[in-house]
Structure formats: C-alpha cells, structure tokens
C-alpha cells in the first residue's frame, strides 16, 4: 500500500479532496431542475394551463381537446439517486508505483464521486469483490457513508 494511504485517514482523504475538487465544482453541478416541487420525473402531479415557456412534450392532447386552451401535465422530480460502486480489490489494484498506486487513484475516485453524490441527499453503496463478493456496504447518504467508503477501500 502506498506510504501516503496508508498515513492518511479518510477523514483526511475527504477533507484533501474536498478542498482539491468538490470546491471548484461548487456551482457546475447544480442539477437539472426546473423548481422545486414540478419538473422532469414519472410520478404525475398536475395539470395547468399552457404558457409560453413551457415544454410542448408534457402537453396533455385530450385535456387540451376537451377545454379547447391547451394544458400540460406536471411531474413530481425524481430527485434522490442511488448509486453503487462496484470495486474490484483483487490484488491488481496495488499495482503501480510508489508514487501512484492503482489504490490511491481508486480511494480518490470513489471518495469524490460519492462525495458529489452525498452533498445533495443522495445514497451511496458498494459492492467489494476479489474472485467473488467479499463485502456489501448497504446504500446510504451523508458524510459518514462516504468515510466508511474510504475506510473500507484503505
């Protein structure tokens, strides 16, 4: 294991690349949401009257035809996410130099995507496996599940 990983603890592999990415991404992935309550999903909410910047996909023809005024459906978002990593911790991944191991470049892949997922109320999982499935980490959000990640990937 890298000398690096292994003096590090995940609370400081998180803090390191918090500071390094998650804070320049700060206002690039805000999301595709058009409100906070309508917009893009399957659950139907809804039904209004047309206006102009509306999306002509969501129109509703039979209400439409019925009121003659055009109207369209509403949606509630699909706003939380579920995400699983599927690691593979066979003894490949420490390879590579000194300097920058298989590992380390995992560690850092995965703590900052689960990270970027975390920070707005979705859920991480992971799947650990060799030649078959050594561990499953159930999918939940926060900071803490982010630490276990790292913790477990260590």
Do not use: C
């Amino acid at each position: 294991m890298n000398m690096s990983t292994a003096a590090s603890t995940p609370e400081r592999i998180l803090q390191r690349l918090d500071w390094q990415v998650i804070r320049k991404l700060d206002g690039l992935l805000q999301g595709d949401y058009r409100s906070l309550f309508y917009g893009y999903g399957v659950d139907f909410a809804d039904l209004r009257e047309y206006q102009p910047e509306d999306d002509i996909r969501y129109m509703d023809w039979n209400v439409t035809a019925r009121m003659n005024t055009p109207y369209v459906r509403q949606y509630m978002e699909d706003r939380e996410v579920t995400a699983w990593f599927l690691l593979d911790l066979s003894p490949s991944v420490d390879f590579g130099t000194t300097q920058n191991l298989k590992r380390t470049m995992l560690i850092d892949f995965v703590t900052t995507l689960a990270r970027l997922l975390t920070r707005h109320g979705n859920r991480v999982g992971a799947i650990f496996y060799d030649s078959r499935i050594e561990r499953i980490i159930p999918a939940r959000g926060g900071r803490d599940q982010v630490l276990l990640l790292i913790h477990d990937l260590l």
